[in-house]
């Protein structure tokens, strides 16, 4: 199955942005590829330009109390696993105090780091990270794997906090949802929303088999999915044929 993800606000958006650039970046610098590594590099400063909002620090602490106020409303409830409870609650603690105490914006320490800033000065143009723009970040391409590693490592450290409460606070928020099985006639599929629920994350897992990809769109009143299917005239169409997903709205 194929997992799309949709979000109803910003906040939401931006925390899926940076959900998938971490997850690049663990992969990257796992690799020991030069090319690998240049890449993991531009992904630490991808991650730099999105999280470079002046409210995204506050919107994550919010989120971090928010989710910790709601799980201790479960305290004495028998239906729940104290013991989980409590480790999910410290979770949120300690990313709570994590984020609280790096100061200023994301990444802000790695911009101190002027080597890397005559990087990030080249990557915008295309082929400006040759040899002869950049002979020390040529030369630092050619040190040992487990070097340029344990470099990355430094420079990815000052993101950890970030990206180990966005990736807590989207499992509580993807866990709130209940999948459900729908049926598509003719390749459209609308639903309206019920009035007094927000609702931040649409969740749609459609077979692979049936070829066809979902074009999402909703707001707080309703959401729209229509089925699209890639022809060989490398155009998306529009399919008219019966099928079904599973969706999950998530609050």
Same mark, same amino acid.
């Given at each position: 199955?194929?997992?799309?993800?949709?979000?109803?606000? &910003?906040?939401?958006?931006?925390?899926?942005?940076?959900?998938?650039?971490?997850?690049?970046?663990? &992969?990257?610098?796992?690799?020991?590829?030069?090319? *690998?590594?240049?890449?993991?590099?531009?992904?630490?400063?991808?991650?730099?330009?999105?999280?470079?909002?002046?409210?995204?620090?506050?919107?994550?602490?919010?989120?971090?109390?928010?989710?910790?106020?709601?799980?201790?409303?479960?305290?004495?409830?028998?239906?729940?696993?104290?013991?989980?409870?409590?480790?999910?609650?410290?979770?949120?603690?300690?990313?709570?105090?994590?984020?609280?105490?790096?100061?200023?914006?994301?990444?802000?320490?790695?911009? &101190?780091? *002027?080597?890397?800033?005559?990087?990030?000065?080249?990557?915008?143009?295309?082929?400006?990270?040759?040899?002869? *723009?950049?002979?020390?970040?040529?030369?630092?391409?050619?040190?040992?794997?487990?070097?340029?590693?344990?470099?990355?490592?430094?420079?990815?450290?000052?993101?950890?906090?970030?990206?180990?409460?966005?990736?807590?606070?989207?499992?509580?928020?993807?866990?709130?949802?209940?999948?459900?099985?729908?049926?598509?006639?003719?390749?459209?599929?609308?639903?309206?929303?019920?009035?007094?629920?927000?609702?931040?994350?649409?969740?749609?897992?459609?077979?692979?088999?049936?070829?066809?990809?979902?074009?999402?769109?909703?707001?707080?009143?309703?959401?729209?999915?229509?089925?699209?299917?890639?022809?060989?005239?490398?155009?998306?169409?529009?399919?008219? *044929?019966?099928?079904?997903?599973?969706?999950?709205?998530?609050?």
């Amino acid at each position: 199955m194929i997992l799309y993800e949709y979000p109803f606000n &910003e906040r939401i958006r931006t925390y899926l942005r940076l959900e998938h650039l971490f997850h690049r970046l663990g &992969e990257l610098v796992e690799r020991e590829s030069p090319t *690998d590594h240049h890449y993991a590099i531009t992904t630490i400063f991808e991650i730099m330009d999105v999280g470079a909002r002046a409210d995204l620090k506050t919107d994550v602490l919010k989120d971090l109390e928010k989710q910790k106020h709601v799980l201790n409303g479960y305290r004495g409830n028998p239906a729940i696993s104290e013991a989980v409870l409590g480790e999910v609650t410290s979770q949120l603690e300690g990313c709570f105090a994590a984020v609280n105490n790096f100061p200023g914006k994301v990444g802000q320490s790695l911009t &101190e780091n *002027d080597w890397l800033m005559s990087i990030r000065s080249r990557v915008g143009i295309p082929g400006g990270t040759c040899e002869f *723009d950049l002979p020390a970040y040529y030369a630092w391409q050619h040190l040992r794997p487990i070097t340029r590693q344990q470099d990355l490592q430094r420079w990815i450290a000052p993101l950890v906090p970030l990206a180990d409460s966005i990736r807590l606070l989207l499992r509580l928020l993807r866990d709130s949802g209940a999948p459900q099985k729908v049926m598509v006639p003719s390749g459209q599929y609308q639903q309206a929303l019920p009035q007094g629920r927000t609702f931040q994350l649409l969740r749609l897992r459609i077979d692979p088999a049936l070829g066809l990809i979902p074009e999402i769109s909703g707001n707080r009143l309703m959401v729209s999915v229509r089925l699209m299917r890639l022809e060989s005239d490398d155009r998306l169409h529009a399919s008219t *044929d019966d099928s079904t997903f599973e969706l999950t709205l998530c609050s």
